[in-house]
Structure formats: C-alpha cells, structure tokens
C-alpha cells in the first residue's frame, strides 16, 4: 500500500502527455503492414509497394507494359523492383474466370505464368491470393509498348553476313508481332527463337548512357540472350564489342527511323565511334551510318532530302507561275514507288488474292534498272527463266515481240526489288471489317504519351474485331510444308512496245493470301475480266535455267 501513491504520481506525470499518436510510423495502402515514414517500399516482401509521400508510387509505364503480339497472347513486360529499374522479365496472362463461392461471394482471379526466373512464387498460378506481385503487376497495367518497323531497304544494306539478315528476316516474319518494340527510354523487346530460357520467344535489349567526369559519356547495352556479356565503350579498346543478331535487330530498327536513329546514333556503329575517340576525333552522324552501311544507301538517302526540298521549294513558288516542262521529271524512284504502291494496293482484303496482272508501260531505261535490282546479291546479271516468242494480230503494235519471264521464289528478294524510301512494299497488309461487310484499310495511329491520370482513367474496351486479325499476305515460295512446287511473283517484260521511244510493257503476276484471327481463310476464286489486248498463242518457248 505504501507503493500505490509512488504508482499514482507516475501515471499523474504522464498524463499529460495525450493520447498516443502514428508519428512515425505508417500503414501500407496495399497490404496494411506498419512500416517507418522514411521507408522507400513495403518490408511486406510479397507486397512489393513503393512509397512517395505517403502515397503508393503509380509508374504504370515503367512497373508493366503490354507487348504487342499481335495475336491473342498477353505478354507482359515487367519491372523487378527488388532489383532496380533496369531489370525485367516477362508474365503471360492467360484466361479470366468468375467463381461463385457457397456463400455467394463472387471471386474474379486470372490464371498466368510468371516467368522471371527469381520469383519465389510458382509459374503457374490460379489462385489471386497467391499470385506474385510480377503477375499482379501485369494484370494492373494499362500502357502497351511502341513498335517500330524495320524496312528491308535498310536490312539489305546492313554490312554483316548474309546468315545474319536472314536470321533477322526469319525473326520478323516466321511469327505475327514486330520485331523491335521500345518498353522504355532505354529498353527494347526483340523477338527471339523460343528456347527453355525464352519460352515466349522475347527478350530484352537495353541500351545505356551514363554522364561521367569532365564531359565524358559511358554508354553501353546489353542482351539477355547472353550472346555476349555487357560491352561498355572505351576508347584504350581496340577490339569491337561481340554483337548478336538481336542488337542488328535494334540497329537496323533505329536506321529506319530519323528520330530513333538521332536518338541512338551512338548505337548505329560502336567501332567506328571507339575508333574516332581513340583518335581524338568526334564521329558524326554521318560517320557512322557510313562505316555500317554502303556509300550508294547514304547517298540514295541525301539525294532523297535533296529532292525533297527542291520539291518543297516548288511548291512555296506562287500558282500563277506558269510551270516549266523541262524542269518536270520522273526519276527512277519515283516510278518505281508507283509500282509499289499499285503492288500494296491489289493486295485487299475484299478480294480473292488471284488478281489481273498489273499491266505497266515502261522505258527501256527504268526496266534496266529494275532489272539491275533484280539481279542484286549476285555478280552476274540475272538471266530470265523463260524467254517466248509471240506474234500479234488482232491488235496494235501488229508484229513479232519477245517476252522474257522471271520467276521469284524468296519474299525478301521480292522486298529487296520493290523497295523505296517514299513506299516501302508491304507483305503483309491489316484491314477492318465495316457493317456492311465490306473491309477498309487498317492504318495505326501514332502512339501519343498519356499522363498518369489518363492511363488510369480510361476505361480498357477491346473491339469486337481486332484490326490487326483481319490480313492480307503476299504468297512468294513454300508458304506450307505440304506445299511442293513454290508460289512464284512474276515479273514479264515485253520490249519495244513503243519502238521509237523505246518503251516496253511490264506484267507483273502475284498472288496473296487472307488471314482471319490467325487462321488463313481460303477464298473461291472470281471469273477473270476480259482483257483489251490478247496475246496469240507463241511461236516458240524457251527455257532458261
């Protein structure tokens, strides 16, 4: 008893100390575990938030991105916060199921594969309450990745091997999707071949730089198909670094873009930057796209700028001017991006993929030219597989003519031939279906950057076709493996039309296919039109092999 008043005494001098408070201290918004003020993420290691002024840090650009398949596979690419920014993997999700449980409560869970090899959780999971946070990531995310297209122009000027451009091409066209896609600033997803490490067939490149000391920039990037390890610049190294064909992807990626091949302009040609600075010499530009590709690709390149800005000028000139007709002219390009326009536009959707022949009238000049692209890659001129003799009666010119035939078996020749820098050839071509059942040519819009607010505010609607399942394919070669004999694209050249001016006519001869969600759709094919002039049959035919 003689203690209580020494208790009572205590306890007087601490109660005016008020109630107790959470300065201090804070609960997470997600998992509600206590964590300190000053703690950047949850200590709830299956949790995984980040904290910003209290605030769980919304970076729905950088945790997940959505990869652009192009089917219906939902690949996902994903930040490992543990390890840093830099670092990802991958996350398929896969269906998603309501279950009713016995006391009426609705539960919504997702099955997917996490495949970021230092999950602790399993691959495969179905139930939400045991998902990792990779696969929770994925299903909150609401931005898709950039693609960027790689011409054929510039993949067949790329001076590596001829194995590796084919093992580039195979890449971007053996499966749906772009080659090349950008995640973030530095961060690139490439296709790849599936392997037990790659299961989905992507991978990521990453390409880095770093300010340093009294100017001086560390730049470097790295694949994770493990080809080669990280290579940083230096300029004591004499050696150029390892490069794998997914880097070439990247490469010829940037080259196809003028804002990306600024951007990475570094990228575009590693030796030839450490070899400038080895030298005390600062590379432009310019420099490097030489040293990577061919003097004739750099100035068909500047000659296009040139052309474009006497175009330019022509057209700031007033329109009361009259116009000059010497100054009017059709270079070869020109044409022969009319050519591949008119190539692109018989490839629709709304028809049964065994065109006419597209009829052209051509100088002898222009053909000798095209023929020079067709006979690209090897150092004789390529010789016809077929040359016919015919004669004609029941139209003008009346006469004896010769028609040489050329047969083309391999798409990226085909590419290689048709290609221009103002109209690229289009193997493959996207369209919408409209109500009327008629179809219309899918363009992508250009992928603008959203806020925060407005990534998160914006309600996810998938259209009830997708524009990207509707498609028309060029058919050149084996396009089954029950296929014996390859579809070939016919070029035919008849000389001499036009004697005086020395003019001939140009049949080309093709066909495509359709692709509807995937699946190639077979089409009846359409009584052929009558056409105005009608050959003879020939006098003689004679093959060349």
């Given at each position: ?338 050519v591949t326009e008119r190539i692109n536009q018989t490839m629709h959707y709304q028809f049964d993929g065994k065109p006419e022949p597209l009829v052209f009238h051509v100088p002898q000049m222009f053909f000798d030219a095209l023929q020079q692209r067709i006979s690209m890659g090897s150092k004789k001129k390529r010789l016809p597989n077929s040359t016919t003799g015919f004669v004609r009666k029941d139209a003008v010119p009346l006469g004896t003519f010769s028609k040489y035939t050329w047969q083309i078996t391999n798409i990226l020749q085909v590419k290689q031939i048709f290609d221009t820098p103002e109209m690229p050839l289009e193997v493959t071509r996207s369209f919408v279906e409209n109500r009327d059942g008629t179809y219309e040519l899918f363009k992508c819009p250009k ?99």
């Amino acid at each position: 008893m003689e203690q209580q008043p020494e208790r009572m005494k205590t306890l007087a001098f601490l109660a005016d100390l008020g109630k107790p408070t959470l300065r201090g201290i804070k609960k997470c918004p997600k998992c509600g575990t206590i964590n300190g003020t000053r703690g950047l993420s949850c200590k709830n290691k299956s949790c995984g938030a980040v904290f910003r002024d209290g605030v769980r840090k919304q970076q729905p650009s950088i945790d997940a991105v959505r990869i652009v398949t192009g089917s219906a596979s939902q690949v996902y690419s994903v930040r490992l916060r543990d390890r840093g920014p830099d670092y990802r993997g991958f996350v398929e999700l896969g269906t998603t199921e309501a279950i009713q449980t016995v006391d009426g409560t609705i539960i919504t869970h997702v099955t997917g594969r996490c495949l970021v090899p230092t999950c602790f959780k399993a691959s495969s999971q179905e139930v939400s309450e045991n998902q990792c946070q990779h696969i929770k990531l994925a299903m909150e995310c609401h931005v898709e990745a950039t693609p960027h297209t790689l011409k054929s122009s510039v993949l067949n000027s790329l001076q590596v091997a001829a194995e590796t451009k084919q093992a580039i091409w195979s890449l971007a066209t053996e499966s749906s999707g772009p080659l090349v896609q950008r995640i973030t600033r530095s961060i690139m997803v490439v296709k790849c071949k599936a392997s037990p490490k790659h299961t989905l067939g992507f991978l990521h490149v990453s390409f880095h730089e770093k300010a340093r000391m009294k100017g001086v920039t560390e730049r470097k990037f790295y694949c994770s198909c493990q080809a080669f390890k990280a290579s940083k610049s230096s300029a004591n190294k004499e050696e150029p670094a390892k490069r794998c064909i997914h880097f070439y992807a990247c490469v010829c990626a940037f080259v196809s873009d003028e804002k990306l091949g600024k951007e990475f302009s570094y990228f575009i040609n590693f030796e030839s930057v450490s070899r400038c600075r080895s030298s005390g010499l600062q590379a432009s530009s310019e420099t490097q796209l030489l040293a990577l590709y061919p003097q004739e690709h750099t100035s068909q390149a500047a000659s296009s700028a040139v052309s474009k800005a006497k175009k330019k000028k022509k057209e700031d000139l007033a329109v009361s001017q009259p116009i000059d007709e010497s100054q009017v002219t059709l270079t070869f390009q020109d044409w022969l991006a009319s050519v591949t326009e008119r190539i692109n536009q018989t490839m629709h959707y709304q028809f049964d993929g065994k065109p006419e022949p597209l009829v052209f009238h051509v100088p002898q000049m222009f053909f000798d030219a095209l023929q020079q692209r067709i006979s690209m890659g090897s150092k004789k001129k390529r010789l016809p597989n077929s040359t016919t003799g015919f004669v004609r009666k029941d139209a003008v010119p009346l006469g004896t003519f010769s028609k040489y035939t050329w047969q083309i078996t391999n798409i990226l020749q085909v590419k290689q031939i048709f290609d221009t820098p103002e109209m690229p050839l289009e193997v493959t071509r996207s369209f919408v279906e409209n109500r009327d059942g008629t179809y219309e040519l899918f363009k992508c819009p250009k992928v603008q950057v959203e806020s925060i607010a407005e990534a998160y505010g914006r309600v996810e609607k998938q259209p009830s076709i997708r524009p990207l399942e509707l498609k028309t394919f060029l058919r050149v070669g084996n396009m089954s493996p029950e296929q014996k004999e390859p579809t070939p694209f016919i070029i035919e050249w008849i000389p001499d039309i036009l004697p005086k001016l020395k003019i001939g006519e140009m049949r080309i001869k093709l066909e495509y296919g359709h692709h509807r969600n995937g699946h190639v759709e077979y089409r009846e094919q359409q009584p052929p039109s009558e056409q105005s002039l009608e050959l003879s049959p020939s006098l003689a035919t004679i093959n060349i092999h």
